[in-house]
């Protein structure tokens, strides 16, 4: 019902800047919650940044004073502003979105994933 593709990933000296984008199509009204997670290698998929269709947003403590999350309603995308990167910023970084949707009768919560962008900071 929902698709996500991210663009922005690459490779940036510490200290540097990047801006990820999510863009979503599909069901896309049916978004609630769209955020930004990462993976760095042998490690555990975590929580950067989520952001609410009203713009309420929730940060993981390692990204706070240095990472903001948008949205942008009206072209379904979704960014996530990067400064100060530092090399432990360097993962795999997934777009999430939690919408609703009908089965028959029944309003249901799915979840989906992007395909990934890499994020390699350089010290």
């Known amino acids: 019902q929902v698709q996500l593709v991210e663009s922005g990933g690459g490779l940036v000296q510490a200290g540097g800047s990047l801006r990820l984008s999510c863009a979503a199509s599909?069901?896309?009204?049916?978004?609630?919650?769209m955020g930004w997670y990462r993976q760095a290698p042998g490690k555990q998929r975590e929580l950067v940044a989520t952001?609410?269709?009203?713009?309420?947003?929730n940060y993981a403590d390692s990204g706070k004073g240095r990472i903001t999350i948008s949205r942008d309603n009206a072209k379904n995308t979704v960014y996530l502003q990067m400064n100060s990167l530092k090399p432990e910023d360097t993962a795999v970084y997934y777009c999430?979105?939690?919408?609703?949707?009908?089965?028959?009768?029944?309003?249901?919560?799915?979840?989906?994933w992007g395909q990934g962008t890499q994020v390699t900071v350089s010290s």
């Open positions: 599909g069901s896309t009204f049916s978004i609630n919650v």
């Open positions: 999430n979105a939690a919408y609703t949707y009908y089965s028959g009768d029944y309003l249901l919560r799915g979840n989906t």
């Open positions: 952001i609410t269709g009203g713009g309420s947003t």
